[in-house]
């Protein structure tokens, strides 16, 4: 998961704005086994603007980042 969350903040697959100073970052993780895709979830990171500290990190199925 720290890997997920570096990668989703680092390259900002998606981020939006929210309120509170906040910003949403989503990526895309895919799991691979043998060359073949098994899984693919989508880290949700939710990061203060002022100090850039990690507020909270959740796996999801889908984009959980919303304006």
């Known amino acids: 998961m720290v890997q997920a969350v570096q990668d989703s903040v680092e390259d900002?697959?998606?981020?939006?704005s929210q309120?509170?100073?906040k910003r949403c970052y989503a990526g895309t993780?895919?799991?691979k086994f043998?060359?073949?895709v098994v899984?693919?979830?989508h880290p949700s990171?939710?990061?203060s603007k002022n100090n850039k500290k990690i507020i909270t990190s959740?796996?999801?199925n889908e984009h959980r980042?919303?304006?």
């Open 34 to 36: 043998k060359g073949k």
């Open 19 to 21: 309120k509170g100073n």
């Open 12 to 16: 900002g697959h998606v981020a939006i």
């Open 39 to 41: 899984n693919t979830f």
């Open 45 to 47: 990171t939710i990061v």
């Open 29 to 31: 993780v895919q799991i």
């Open 65 to 67: 980042c919303v304006p």
């Open 58 to 60: 959740i796996p999801t």
